[in-house]
């Protein structure tokens, strides 16, 4: 069967190609991509090419597909694994593979480490490692996009669930956030930060009593609080609250303000920036744990933290990337039980646009760039789709739908998309 595929070279060399896949052997299985999301983590590999530890060295001879965040379709199942999938069954991928043999060792991922496997193509083909390690998931609830969006909700589940706390005199660490504590998250409305107030305000167990999510840009926190409400997170009996640090002269005076001057259970740093880490530090209660969650592409990236607290008030720091196989699991199930992650979706696209956009992403504003592969179409903001729809009927009836979900992408949106682009 023929492919589509963007593929990885080298640095920043990204290259649309359609070729022949193998046929699959009795450990593998063939699938369809319908969606994948565009990830920073993308632009990343992209920039630093086999520098990256899960690119391989000789990208340049054997080059990758890229795009690890995707979801679609099993068309055919090998004998070894058809008693446990079926052709016909939607899916999701935990793309952190943990295993001690493979191409590039434990460290290979679906779009970054094989030639055959990647969230921006047409069809692929999943390798045996991928089932060996329950990473191949079933997705049973509505459309393609929210399996998509299941990796990176995933990513912001395991750092909940990585975070610690003590007891004074005791060597025991209590495993995630504190629950009816205080909890903040810095630089908290981009992408991957919305995903987190999402997944908080949707959670049945362990939740905050106080959320205060901060940003800079103040446009975006009017999208965060005009979606993910104060009023659903009272509901929730959760106190959420907005706040634009780029505005105050004293933002960690505010912020601890909030607390009633006793600081954060939990903090989430969202970006590597040296001033939000040490913000970050600076806000942390007695046995507070700061999160970390940001990837920087800097090497020698750090920034000062208060050894006084750390040793007198038991603060603490961790750092998450990705999550595991359990995390994806709950992704899917919370979603099925009513959270809907549109709200990460700013940008639609075809298979056609996947490379300036990954190459360009930190400059593209907006949320999520999502990708459907089997259509070509430009990167488009689901904003702009009401002045397109003034001269194209496609574009005004998907301003509607798009209306109708208060600005938002929806399955019918992503039906509609699929059922009529280009017709």
């Known amino acids: ?44 590999a992209a920039s630093q090419g086999p520098e990256h530890k899960r690119i391989p060295d000789d990208v340049s001879e054997n080059p990758i597909m890229i795009g690890h965040e995707f979801a679609g379709e099993l068309l055919e199942v090998g004998s070894k694994w058809a008693h446990k999938f079926n052709v016909g069954d939607k899916f999701s991928i935990q793309p952190a593979l943990y295993y001690e043999d493979g191409p590039v060792g434990i460290l290979s991922a679906p779009g970054y480490s094989y030639k ?47 975070n610690y706390h003590t007891t004074p005199g005791s060597y025991e660490h209590k495993m995630e956030i504190v629950d009816g504590g205080k909890m ?31 940003d800079v840009d103040q446009e975006r926190l009017d999208r965060a609080a005009s979606i993910y409400t104060a009023e659903f997170a009272a509901s929730r009996e959760i106190d959420l609250h907005y706040i634009n640090t780029g505005n105050v002269d004293n933002p960690v005076e505010l912020l601890r303000d909030k607390t009633g001057g006793s600081g954060y259970d939990d903090v989430f740093v969202f970006a590597p920036v040296k001033s939000v880490v040490e913000q970050g530090d600076a806000i942390l209660g007695f046995d507070g744990c700061l999160n970390f969650f940001a ?78 592969t089997h259509i070509e179409m430009p990167l488009t903001s689901i904003t702009d789709f009401a002045k397109l729809g003034a001269e194209d009927k496609f574009y005004k009836e998907l301003a509607e739908i798009c209306s109708k979900h208060n600005g938002l992408w929806s399955v019918e949106a992503e039906a509609y998309l699929l059922d009529n682009y280009g017709v």
């Open 184 to 214: 903040a998250i810095l630089a908290g409305v981009g992408p991957m930060g919305l995903a987190a107030i999402n997944y908080v305000l949707h959670r049945e167990e362990r939740k905050p009593s106080l959320l205060v999510v901060t």
């Open 116 to 162: 055959y496997i990647g969230g921006n193509a047409t069809y692929i083909v999943i390798p045996n490692e991928v089932m060996e390690q329950d990473c191949l998931l079933k997705y049973e609830g509505e459309g393609y996009y929210p399996a998509s969006l299941a990796e990176p909700l995933s990513c912001v589940i395991g750092a909940m669930h990585a």
């Open 1 to 44: 069967m023929k492919t589509k595929a963007v593929r990885l070279y080298g640095k920043k060399d990204l290259r649309l190609e359609e070729f022949e896949l193998p046929q699959i052997k009795d450990n593998e299985i063939l699938a369809k991509v319908v969606s994948d999301s565009l990830c920073m983590s993308s632009y990343k």
């Open 295 to 372: 990837g920087p592409n800097d090497t020698n990236f750090s920034a000062n933290l208060n050894f006084y607290n750390v040793h007198y008030a038991y603060t603490h720091i961790v750092g998450t990337s990705g999550g595991n196989n359990d995390d994806m699991v709950e992704a899917l199930d919370i979603m099925s039980k009513g959270l809907d992650p549109a709200g990460l979706v700013t940008h639609i696209g075809g298979l056609d646009a996947v490379i300036d956009a990954t190459i360009n992403l930190p400059n593209i504003p907006g949320g999520k760039k999502l990708i459907y």
